[in-house]
Each structure stands twice: as structure tokens, then as C-alpha cells.
């Protein structure tokens, strides 16, 4: 993607008192009421705290779990705001609603340079439906927008949608990063170039794969996914997890050479931190009544390598149960030979960004994506709608 075309926050025709509405990624574990982990919180302040020095109304919009487009008090974002309040050190209240004639009294009473939290924007049933009413009237609290929330651009939702078609646009710092940083994978990845795909489900990863054999060199599959691709290669896989109307795709993949599945993996009866466990060659299958819940060491050793001889790496998705020592073995090898490499380096989110981060090896990866969901479909298509919304949004001085 040509990042030029994605306009940027110097691009704003901001004066003081400009009303900004900011679509930010609120969506974090709560903890008896409090946020539990702020890390999608605190990679967003530096867009706040820049909008906010340019003297800006800030107005933040954004969703917290799927309250099905009704008000949900356990859904309601003050535990959000009490935690942006205290990592900006000054007020950010919570507006009791978002959208209306309460909310627009309080954002004419902003002072410049002020921070305002919209309530979950999901309790409005127009925004997962995209409704044009809804959309106006975000609109209509603004004079431009900025949408930080790249985990979140791939929906074809209001709050990314209408705001860019009417307002002058621009990417947040985060989300232009993140488009830079995945356009690197694809534009102009160095050779070679290894992926490494886990999780649960080939069907959840399918597309990606197919995008990125037209890129990669190699690409390493492990996780639950792995044992579709081992029934398409004539293995007994015992009890492990399998999608049958996915094996005749995993054998069209295994023909391109390129897909490498594992060679062991380690197995249990059952999925628990003091389960008895086996290493098993997979030619010789799983035994029924076992399940496979990690890649084995000779494939951990064999990724490893892969890893640290290539000069682009991308991962996402965990190896195995990684929450549980006895299957945490193969993510960790993974994630350390990541982290050594010397290759430019993406985690693509979700849960293998979760563990770079649990095993301390955040700071030793080139890019740890915030998007897991959403970066898979930026690496498949190229483009997400909210960010392609950006990009055709209208740069004049509002009215």
C-alpha cells in the first residue's frame, strides 16, 4: 500500500477548539471493575496527547465487549475513563450517552485542548449495522476525525465509515504505523521470507495462507490447524482438533512445497497443567484417546532455524496451548528464535502477541501488531475498509 495516500494528524486544518472525534480501540479486560491491562489504552495516547496540545476538543468514540446495540451497564466504559484520566493526569469524563443533545451541551462546554469519552458507542444499534442516521449524527459532533483503532478497522462499521466520507480524516499515529510497518510484508519483504501461522482453525487462516504463499518463501503451520494439514497428509491424529471440510484445501497448499507442517508434536489426554504428556512422531500418528497440543521439540528446532536464517519473519498464532507449561514449549522456542533473529520482524496480534509480551520478548521484535484479527486481513486483501475510508475521505476545510 502507498502510505502517502493515507492522510496523516499534521494534515488536520485544526484551530483551537476544534472538535475531533477520535474512533480509539477501548475494548480491554476489566478486572472487578477496574482495566485490567492498558495496553490498548496506552498505545493511543500519543495521538490523544498530540491532539490535545494542538489545543483540540477531543472527543473519543470507541466500543467495549458486544452489548448488541442496547445499553449494558456491565459494558459501560467508566472504568475506561477513570484509567484515561489517570494516564493523561487531568479529567477525562464519561458522556452518558453517544450521541444527543446531552452530549453535544457537553462537548459545547469543552474547554480547548480538553478530553471527552463517548459511552460504548455498541450500545447504539447503528453502528454494527452502518446506519447512515447514526453515522450523521457522529458527524454532526465534529469538525474532523481521527481514527486510531486499526483491531477494529476491518468492520464496515459507523463509526469508520461515516465520520471519513463528510469530515477531514487522518490516521492516528498507531494505526499509520501498523499500515506501514504490515505494507512492508507485502510490498517489499527481503528474501527470505518466512511466515509462521498458528491458532486453532486452518479456516480462520486460509485466505492468509493462500495470500502469502504469493510472498513467502516458507511458511511453518503449527497449532491446532496443524492437524487438518496431517489428515490431508494420511495421519491419525487420535482426538486432536480437526476441521474436515478444510482437508482438501490443505492438500492443494501442501503441493506448493512450501508448507512446512510439524514432524512431532506433544500430546495428552486431557488439557490441563498436570497432564500426562508423550511426544509422538506425526508419520506414526496420534493414538486414539491423545490429543496434540504443542509442536515437538525436533519442530520447534527445525522453526528455529527457519527463523534465525531469514531476513523477514512473520508470526501469528500460538504453537500450542502455550497458557499451560506442559504445552508452552514450542511457542517459546518460537517466540526466543523470533526475538534473536536479525530479520525484520512482525507479530501479527492476538494471541502470539500476548505471548512475546507474557515471555518478555515485546521489545526484541521489530513490530507486534495490536490487531490480530484485523492484521490477517490487512496481509489477505491488502486494505481494510476502515482504513480505505481513510484514504478516499475529503481533506477540506470543514465548514
Not at 472527543?59 to 489517570?86: C, F, M, N, T, W
Not at 504463499?213 to 482426538?239: E, H, N, R, S, W
Request: net charge negative; hydrophobic share 45%.
Amino acid at each position: 500500500m502507498d502510505i502517502s495516500q493515507i492522510p496523516r494528524l499534521e494534515d488536520l486544518p485544526l484551530h483551537p477548539g476544534s472538535r475531533v472525534l477520535v474512533r480509539v480501540e477501548l475494548n480491554t479486560p476489566l478486572d472487578h471493575g477496574e482495566v485490567a491491562d492498558d495496553l490498548r489504552l496506552t498505545t493511543e495516547l500519543p495521538t490523544i496527547q498530540w491532539l490535545s496540545d494542538q489545543k483540540a476538543k477531543v472527543i473519543l468514540v470507541g466500543h467495549l465487549g458486544r452489548p448488541k446495540g442496547k445499553v449494558d451497564p456491565q459494558y459501560s466504559l467508566a472504568p475506561v475513563a477513570r484509567r484515561l484520566s489517570e494516564l493523561l493526569g487531568k479529567p477525562v469524563p464519561l458522556a452518558p450517552a453517544v450521541v444527543g443533545p446531552e452530549v453535544e451541551a457537553l462537548i459545547a462546554a469543552m474547554a480547548p485542548g480538553d478530553v471527552l469519552l463517548l459511552e460504548n458507542v455498541r450500545f447504539e444499534a447503528g453502528e454494527t449495522a452502518n446506519s447512515p442516521e447514526f453515522g450523521a449524527a457522529l458527524v454532526a459532533l465534529a469538525d474532523c476525525y481521527v481514527n486510531e483503532s486499526f483491531g477494529t478497522s476491518h468492520r464496515e462499521q459507523a463509526s469508520f465509515m461515516a465520520p471519513p466520507a463528510a469530515l477531514p480524516s487522518a490516521a492516528g499515529r498507531l494505526l499509520f504505523r501498523e499500515v506501514e510497518q504490515l505494507s512492508k510484508l507485502l510490498d517489499s519483504p527481503t528474501h527470505p521470507f518466512v511466515g509462521i501461522l498458528g491458532g486453532a482453525k486452518v479456516s480462520d487462516k486460509l485466505g492468509v495462507i493462500e495470500a502469502l504463499l504469493t510472498k513467502c518463501d516458507t511458511i511453518l503451520v503449527g497449532g491446532a490447524m496443524a492437524f487438518t494439514f496431517f489428515v490431508a497428509k494420511g495421519y491419525a491424529i487420535g482426538d486432536s482438533l480437526v476441521e474436515p471440510d478444510q482437508v482438501e484445501a490443505c492438500k492443494r497448499l501442501l503441493e506448493s512445497g512450501r508448507v512446512q507442517i510439524p514432524v512431532d508434536v506433544v500430546i495428552a489426554q486431557e488439557i490441563s497443567a498436570d497432564a500426562e504428556t508423550r511426544t509422538v512422531k506425526a508419520a506414526s500418528g496420534i493414538p486414539a484417546g491423545w490429543k496434540g497440543l504443542d509442536i515437538g521439540p525436533e519442530t520447534a528446532a527445525l522453526f528455529a532455524d527457519a527463523v534465525l536464517d531469514a531476513r523477514t519473519v512473520l508470526w501469528n498464532g500460538p504453537m500450542g496451548v502455550f497458557e499451560l507449561a506442559p504445552f508452552a514449549s514450542g511457542t517459546r522456542t518460537v517466540a526466543e528464535a523470533v526475538g534473536q533473529s536479525k530479520a525484520f520482524t512482525v507479530v501479527g496480534g492476538g494471541d502470539s502477541a500476548a505471548a512475546v509480551r507474557q515471555m518478555g520478548l515485546a521489545d526484541q521484535i521489530d513490530h507486534v501488531s495490536t490487531g490480530g484479527g484485523a492484521s490477517l486481513e490487512f496481509l489477505e486483501y491488502g486494505d481494510l475498509p476502515g482504513i480505505a475510508a481513510l484514504r478516499a475521505s475529503r481533506r477540506k476545510e470543514p465548514s
